[in-house]
């Protein structure tokens, strides 16, 4: 760097090496002292590689229950040749005799830390401004906000952060405001309604931090069921029926949908207006004004939809976290659906699709986890569920049909699949000359309006069968009960 009068400004980088002798010193004094730092500080804290090397033996020593002192630290170092490269015998004297108090040593700690996070800062603007310079037709502009920001916020959250740390006192009384909040909702909910009273009895709602599966094969309806799901949260949100910490917006992730689409399905939701004939204009006046009506009321929810395709797991951190700060939480996040995920800007590339969605899916547990919220990931399942049987009930989904996307199955807090026998026994009454074609058809009358979502996995609770009216020219789950059978 050039200053203005054309001399050069060598600035030192930040470090505080009084401060790494104190600490060594206070270590050897009194080996407890290292009990308190070492979960935040490790050696490559140390401006200094020597005090980082001393600081890496006495660490290894210790854990081992022996004892760190100039004597044992000259036998550690002198057996892997690196005895002259920290100083020598004098110096590991020196700094054994230094007159110390142990009671410093987490303040030496967090000044030592605090220098270090500094040069780390220093180097990541040196990186962000490399990466700015050069050319790379995989990282554009905006990628590389998204992966600057996301390495800003491991740095902001790494190292000296005991907010994980709860004490049993504090989780407990965490543990009895969650009971007191299911008490008042009947005694079904530990988190945040599903809007599917059955659904919520099985799960008990959604819960922060979980990360909840749903799967199936296309046409389903994973995608309604979701955005039902997502509509329902945000009403209760609105209504100031959500525990605290998730009364923020619902963020829907649409990486196959169009926003537009997405307000079409919900509008026709709501509405009772087919979606379809909403797209071809096939609606009357009434229906206009009704429709003009309720958007007005929608438009009030605190729903969000992004459907920018093919993002990555960390763009969606990235983006999910810009809108819990804005506005102080979240309520849920729906991502619509894990195949069409991109892998993270910076991440390694690998050829086998198996290990890039294991890596997403455990991305997604992360995200649950960091921003506190219930995370919704759909899911394709392969042809292999169609190839299984010939009878409709053959292609009920299992858990095995995941285990062709990577860790699914094993990152997932619940894991529920939509199955519709009524899809596939449409299907076969196409061929008319079916021996028991009447049979089908009888069948398919019964089954046509009524979804299972099933229940594979539930990490809190117990499996099992939920099911639900369906009404797909409206794009709407409903609960299933006789004011829902067609006349």
């Not at 490790?42 to 600081?55: P, R, V």
């Not at 030496?108 to 040196?126: E, H, N, S, V, W």
């Not at 639900?468 to 409903?478: I, M, N, Q, T």
Request: aromatic share 6%; glycine share 8%; proline share 2%.
């Amino acid at each position: 760097m050039v200053s203005e009068n054309g001399f050069d400004l060598l600035k030192q980088m930040p470090q505080n090496i009084d401060a790494e002798q104190a600490l060594l010193s206070a270590i050897l004094l009194n080996n407890h002292a290292l009990e308190r730092v070492s979960e935040f500080l490790t050696k490559d804290h140390f401006a200094s590689s020597a005090h980082g090397e001393i600081y890496d033996a006495c660490l290894k020593l210790i854990h081992m229950d022996q004892l760190a002192d100039a004597i044992t630290l000259k036998d550690y170092f002198t057996s892997n040749g690196k005895l002259e490269e920290i100083g020598g015998i004098d110096y590991l004297f020196k700094l054994s005799n230094a007159p110390i108090s142990g009671a410093s040593s987490y303040d030496y700690a967090k000044l030592i830390y605090d220098k270090a996070i500094r040069r780390m800062l220093i180097k990541f603007g040196q990186e962000t401004i490399d990466e700015a310079f050069s050319v790379d037709l995989n990282l554009d502009g905006v990628k590389q906000i998204e992966l600057a920001e996301q390495k800003l916020f491991n740095l902001s959250t790494s190292g000296l952060d005991e907010t994980s740390l709860k004490s049993l006192g504090k989780s407990l009384v965490d543990t009895l405001q969650q009971t007191e909040y299911a008490i008042k909702a009947d005694g079904n909910l530990s988190g945040v309604s599903t809007g599917f009273i059955d659904i919520d009895k099985k799960l008990g709602g959604l819960t922060a931090s979980d990360l909840i599966i749903i799967a199936g094969r296309p046409g389903m309806g994973k995608s309604t069921l979701a955005l039902n799901i997502l509509f329902n949260v945000a009403k209760n949100v609105a209504a100031g029926k959500v525990m605290s910490g998730l009364n923020g917006p619902a963020l829907f992730f649409s990486l196959e949908m169009s926003a537009d689409q997405l307000a079409s399905k919900i509008l026709s939701s709501v509405s009772g207006v087919s979606s379809y004939d909403m797209r071809i204009g096939k609606v009357s006046n009434d229906d206009v004004e009704k429709l003009k009506g309720i958007s007005q009321e929608l438009d009030k929810l605190p729903i969000f939809i992004d459907d920018t395709p093919a993002l990555s797991v960390s763009a969606i951190r990235t983006r999910a976290r810009r809108l819990k700060m804005r506005y102080g939480g979240l309520s849920v996040i729906v991502i619509d659906y894990i195949q069409l995920l991109s892998p993270s800007p910076g991440a390694k590339k690998s050829d086998n699709r198996v290990v890039e969605l294991s890596e997403m899916t455990r991305g997604l547990k992360v995200l649950a986890k960091e921003l506190n919220v219930p995370v919704i990931a759909l899911s394709q399942l392969s042809r292999a569920v169609e190839n299984r049987g010939t009878k409709a009930r053959d292609k009920i989904p299992q858990l095995s049909d995941l285990r062709e996307s990577g860790s699914i199955e094993q990152d997932a807090d619940i894991v529920g699949f939509i199955y519709r026998e009524g899809y596939y026994l449409e299907a076969d009454l196409k061929n008319i000359e079916a021996k028991n074609y009447e049979a089908i058809q009888a069948r398919y009358d019964k089954v046509k309006n009524i979804a299972e979502f099933i229940i594979a996995k539930h990490r809190h609770g117990a499996t099992g069968i939920v099911e639900l009216y369906f009404d797909g020219a409206h794009s709407d789950f409903r609960d299933l009960d006789s004011q829902h059978e067609e006349n």
